[in-house]
């Protein structure tokens, strides 16, 4: 009588096993909860280097394809352009970018990284290294690849959904 029924263990969480996502808001919660999270570390580490949140995707997405539109970087990034024309000019003031026409059709404005913009692309990378590091810390390798996976899976269906709409 003493037994458990093997339905009722729980885990380290107080929950029941099969109960862990008991409810439809629990996945929800918990990926915007990792991601701020992931967010707040990452901040934490540019704004030593004079870096905002949201600047290291701008300077990420510029060190890939160089010359891009406002607009272009903003549906990118998956923010508003009103937004990402504030965000530039604010790096702009800061030196990491610069606005120029473009050579083929002087309507357009394009921006760039600038040297200084460059030569933060190395701090960026090892921010985001350091985040990755800490909230993976206990896990292994092939836990990270399952959790990459799944992740990439879950932003697929959700991005299908939003196409679909």
Partial sequence: MGKKNKAEKK???GKKKDEFLNEPHDLAAIL???ARSMRTVLSRNLLESGLYAGQDGVMLALAEADGMTAGGLAARLGVKAPTMTRTIGRMEAQGFLERRPDEDDARLTKVYLTEPGRNRLQIIAEAGQHSEKLA???LTDKQVRTLMKLLRAVDSNLQAARAAD
Avoid: F, L
Wanted: charged residues 20%; without cysteine.
């Fill in 136 to 138: 993976t810390r206990g």
């Fill in 32 to 34: 915007v909860q990792a």
């Fill in 11 to 13: 885990g380290k969480n």
